[in-house]
């Protein structure tokens, strides 16, 4: 397709356990993104990758996430001994080089539960 | 600290009627300012932006305000339509950056 595409769209995990969640943009955007929104909250800025730059991982909440973006395409995000409050929807967006200044696209999320 | 504020959780409006969504932020390093739209289980999406520059800028039935030195700013939704029905999320982005801060999103519901 010719969207923003993550997987799984839904996990159900037990408290300590690893999850990993996929994000394919689209193709040719430079720049990925991942924000996550617990409930009733807004949108909350995770990583960011640009090219082969350095990643901007200032807004990982633990040393538990992590994330990495392979080729400049794919990108993963794992969470090491997830706790109930991992608990959120976690989107993937990628934003071309060009076009409006700072339009994002966004995929459908991967809803994480923690039990 | 919450940069980007939406201050109010929900908002009803009838149908035809026009729809006021407020935004306020803290922070005067942003160069431009964004609407995000979003239905259930779906990403949000682009509705419509305007550069720091700009106090006003319209794109259809979609028009958004820029008021700098209350550093608020405003989406009006004329006429609305059920379809609006969505929750709109407002985002700004720093002049040093592309990460988008985002307020915590107000949830329209247009009645027929």
């Known amino acids: 397709g010719a969207g923003v595409s993550q997987s799984p769209s839904n996990k159900v995990t037990e408290k300590g356990k690893d999850v990993e969640l996929r994000c394919d943009p689209i193709s040719g955007h430079t720049a990925l993104y991942w924000y996550r929104q617990s409930l009733g909250q807004g949108l909350e800025f995770l990583i960011y990758f640009q090219g082969n730059s350095a990643p901007d991982k200032s807004g990982l909440p633990s040393d538990r996430f992590s994330a990495e973006r392979t080729g400049g395409s794919v990108s993963t995000l794992t969470i090491q001994r997830t706790q109930q409050e991992d608990s959120a929807v976690y989107l993937c967006a990628s934003r071309a080089g060009t076009g409006v200044p700072g339009e994002l696209f966004f995929g459908e999320g991967s809803r994480l539960t923690v039990l | ?112």
């Open chain 2, 1 to 112: 600290d919450q940069q980007v504020k939406q201050n109010s959780p929900s908002l009803s409006v009838q149908e035809g009627r026009i729809s006021i969504l407020n935004c306020d932020y803290t922070n005067s390093m942003f160069d431009y300012f964004l609407w995000y739209k979003k239905y259930p289980a779906e990403g949000p999406t682009f509705l419509i932006s305007i550069s720091s520059i700009k106090d006003k800028n319209e794109d259809g039935r979609f028009t958004v305000f820029l008021n700098k030195s209350a550093k608020h700013l405003s989406l009006h939704i004329v006429p609305s339509q059920p379809g609006d029905s969505a929750v709109y999320f407002c985002a700004a982005r720093p002049i040093y950056g592309n990460k988008l801060v985002f307020g915590a999103g107000t949830i329209l519901r247009v009645k027929s």
